[in-house]
C-alpha cells in the first residue's frame, strides 16, 4: 500500500512472529493483566451482586450503588489513565499521603516498577469494568424465581447451598456471556497501557499488549502492515479458539446429551 511495487511473502509474517520475542512476551502480558483483573472483577461482582439482590438483607439505595459502581464505565480511558498517572507519579498523591502516613519509607517511582506499573492497570481494568459486570449478574439473579428459594428453605437448605446448588448454575449462561465478552475485550487491551507510560508497554516491556505491538509495527517508520496484520489475525485466532473452549466447558451437559440424540434422531 505504500509503494508501487510489492512482493509475496506468503506464511512469512507469521514464521517471523513466532520468533519474535516482542510476541511471546506481549501474549503473556495480555493474558497476565487480563487475569489480574478479571479474577477479582467477577468475585467482587458476584459478592456484592448477592448483597444487593438480597431478600434478607434488604439494602436501601440499590439503584443508587449500582449507579456509583458504574460511573468509571463510562468515563473516557484517556482521561482515566491521566487521573491514575497523576495518582501515582513520583510526586503524586498516592506517595505523598504514603509517606506523610509512614507506609512508605521513601516515595516509590510506580511507572519504573514493573510489578507495579502491572498492578496499576490491572487495578485501572478492573475498577472500569466490574460495575457492568455487576449489573449483568445481577441481572441475571434477578430473573432467577424465588419459588427455587423457598422450595430450598422448607427443605432446610442454609444461604451457602442455595448459592451453590440453585444461583451458580441457574447464572451459568450469564457467566459464559461476561467471561467471553471480558476475555475479547482483554485480548484487546490497548488504552490503558499505551497512554499510562510510554507507548511501548514500559518499564521493560511488562504491560506491552498484543495490542500495543501491533500498532508499534505498524507505526515504526518502515510501516510494516503485513507484520501488524498477522498480529492481528493472531489475537483473533487466539480469541476465537479460547472463547469456543470456555463455551464447552462451561455448556450444560444436559444441553449436549440433547444435541447429540438429537442428531442422532
Known amino acids: 500500500m505504500m509503494s508501487k511495487t510489492y512482493k509475496l511473502v506468503g506464511f512469512e509474517n507469521f514464521a517471523k512472529l513466532f520468533q519474535d520475542k516482542f510476541f511471546v512476551q506481549s501474549l503473556i502480558n495480555t493474558w497476565k493483566i487480563w487475569l489480574l483483573n478479571f479474577i477479582p472483577q467477577i468475585g467482587i461482582a458476584m459478592l456484592l451482586a448477592v448483597w444487593l439482590t438480597s431478600s434478607r438483607l434488604k439494602i436501601k439505595f440499590v439503584g443508587y450503588w449500582r449507579t456509583i459502581f458504574y460511573l ?4 473516557m480511558p484517556a482521561t482515566i489513565a491521566v487521573l491514575f498517572f497523576n495518582f501515582f507519579s513520583f510526586y503524586g498523591p498516592v506517595n505523598q499521603v504514603g509517606v506523610r502516613l509512614g507506609i512508605f519509607k521513601d516515595a516509590i517511582d510506580f511507572f519504573r516498577n514493573s510489578g507495579w506499573t502491572v498492578s496499576i492497570v490491572a487495578f485501572i481494568q478492573w ?11 445481577m441481572a441475571g439473579m434477578t430473573s432467577i ?10 427443605d432446610g437448605a442454609n444461604s451457602w447451598d442455595m448459592f451453590r446448588k440453585i444461583t451458580l448454575p441457574l447464572l451459568k449462561p450469564v457467566l459464559v ?11 484487546q487491551m490497548f488504552d490503558i497501557p ?4 510510554d507507548g511501548r508497554g514500559s518499564p521493560n516491556g511488562s504491560i506491552m499488549t498484543m495490542n500495543i505491538l501491533m500498532y508499534m509495527k505498524f507505526s515504526s517508520n518502515k510501516g510494516h502492515i503485513g507484520a501488524a496484520a498477522s498480529v492481528g489475525v493472531m489475537i483473533f485466532i487466539i480469541t476465537c479458539l479460547s472463547a469456543l473452549l470456555i463455551i464447552k466447558l462451561l455448556s450444560d451437559k444436559t444441553d449436549r446429551k440433547t444435541n447429540i440424540k438429537g442428531k442422532r434422531g
Do not use: D
Open 72 to 75: 468509571p464505565n463510562i468515563l
Open 127 to 137: 475498577w472500569m469494568w466490574f460495575g457492568s459486570t455487576l449489573i449483568i449478574i
Open 145 to 154: 424465581s424465588q419459588s427455587f428459594y423457598e422450595s430450598a428453605m422448607v
Open 177 to 187: 456471556y461476561i467471561l467471553v465478552t471480558s476475555l475479547v475485550g482483554g485480548m
Open 194 to 197: 499505551y497512554m499510562l507510560t
